[in-house]
DNA sequence: CTCAGCCTACCTACTGGTAGGTAGGCTGGT
DNA sequence: ACCAGCCTACCTACCAGTAGGTAGGCTGAG
């Protein structure tokens, strides 16, 4: 019986619920919060309009789950980067491999820039939480900075946040322009802040 | 006659074209190219849906104008830029603080940006004016960072385009940053950009 | 007369949402 | 075992307002 649960989950089909949120996770990293409406999920998943409404009352009920949802997803992506990674260096590297493969493969932007595409019209609940998304990654970010200072991989500086202010920002603005422009000058920019924070 | 018309154009009001142009543009860089509508024109401007479609008979029409109107506000501040910068870096803290002061003073994000919000609900015509308009923006920087190399004000560098695309893109991206959590993370990253590439 | 610039009235399709309902499953009391 | 009561999850039908847009008409300046 324990064995059988076991083996179980893995075949499991997703809740409706939680079809709803990864549909409207990548609908948000593809067109914004505005960008997608409860008929484009009710028509993807095959369900009516009222039973999104019956998992998600008002679409700032959606948003607040697609902020933990974004939470989930960084905290996954960085424990990887830190279990995985041979170097500070690496662990960014990594970071912007997976960036990059998101916003140039997939069309998926960061859902944190995503927000920020709409951030007039979102209510003060979801602000605040984009707020301590944006923070939860400035904050792992800086603390791989700091590490890759102290350790003489990168150069001295008194400022890690704002190093990985430079790099984060630097890093998703590019991808933004690689999505007109082709992955060229992406490369580049990132090669470039290598090139300035290495002895 | 001549001296009765020179007079006038100090007077003269905007034409309706030009309203609806000057009052979407300050929508297209508060909300997104998507985020208003010939409804809310309308009803700033007082006048009818219908009569802003008389004069931009489809969104798209709409569109190309205002990256017509981008442009010439590229030229004119450019222009202000070149003409009162005393020195390379100065150029570029001109192009700083204007940038802040729109986006922090006046919630209104580069107008760029704002395109980009809605890169997958655009039109290919407006998809390659943003193109356009983003390498007009890259290349004056790129030539400041280019000119700051050879006066050896920044430090030498083999790639200014990369630099240039590190500057731009910290610099929005951190603006986004600035509207939820403030200024002080904006102003020190520029301050860390500044302390990378000078001697 | 012509026509730019504006209007009213209308269209389809959509936006987030509401109200009332059905169906199937679970649970605990009898 | 039966079933009332409750729950979850879905449905149909509807709401008010809005999105981009169309068609036909009026008006005043040139």
Same mark, same amino acid.
């Given at each position: 019986?324990?064995?059988?649960?076991?083996?179980?989950?893995?075949?499991?089909?997703?809740?409706?619920?939680? =079809?709803?949120?990864?549909?409207? &996770? +990548?609908?948000?990293?593809?067109?914004?919060?505005?960008?997608?409406?409860?008929?484009?999920?009710?028509?993807?998943?095959?369900?009516?309009? &009222?039973?999104?409404?019956?998992?998600?009352?008002?679409?700032?009920?959606?948003?607040?789950?697609?902020? +933990?949802?974004?939470?989930?997803?960084?905290?996954?992506?960085?424990?990887?980067? +830190?279990?995985?990674?041979?170097?500070?260096?690496?662990?960014?590297?990594? /970071?912007?491999?997976?960036?990059?493969?998101?916003?140039?493969?997939? =069309?998926?932007?960061?859902?944190?820039?995503?927000?920020?595409?709409?951030?007039?019209?979102?209510?003060?609940?979801?602000?605040?939480?984009?707020?301590?998304?944006?923070?939860?990654?400035?904050?792992?970010?800086?603390?791989?900075? =700091? +590490?890759?200072?102290?350790?003489?991989?990168?150069?001295?500086?008194?400022?890690?946040?704002?190093?990985?202010?430079?790099?984060?920002?630097?890093?998703?603005?590019?991808? /933004?322009?690689?999505?007109?422009?082709?992955?060229?000058?992406?490369?580049?920019?990132?090669?470039?802040?290598?090139?300035?924070?290495?002895?």
């Amino acid at each position: 019986m324990n064995a059988k649960a076991k083996a179980a989950p893995k075949i499991e089909p997703l809740s409706t619920r939680q =079809q709803i949120i990864e549909y409207s &996770a +990548d609908m948000l990293r593809a067109n914004g919060f505005e960008g997608f409406s409860y008929l484009d999920i009710s028509r993807h998943l095959g369900i009516t309009k &009222a039973s999104v409404h019956h998992h998600f009352p008002k679409k700032v009920d959606l948003g607040l789950a697609l902020c +933990d949802w974004t939470q989930d997803w960084f905290e996954q992506g960085i424990s990887h980067f +830190d279990a995985k990674a041979t170097s500070n260096w690496n662990k960014l590297e990594r /970071y912007v491999r997976a960036a990059m493969k998101h916003s140039l493969n997939e =069309q998926k932007l960061c859902p944190i820039s995503a927000f920020y595409s709409d951030l007039n019209k979102l209510p003060d609940s979801i602000k605040e939480r984009v707020k301590a998304l944006d923070d939860y990654e400035l904050d792992w970010v800086t603390q791989v900075m =700091q +590490d890759g200072i102290e350790n003489n991989e990168f150069t001295a500086n008194q400022n890690p946040r704002a190093l990985a202010s430079l790099f984060i920002f630097s890093c998703k603005g590019a991808l /933004y322009y690689a999505r007109l422009h082709g992955k060229d000058l992406f490369q580049q920019t990132m090669k470039q802040f290598e090139h300035l924070i290495k002895p």
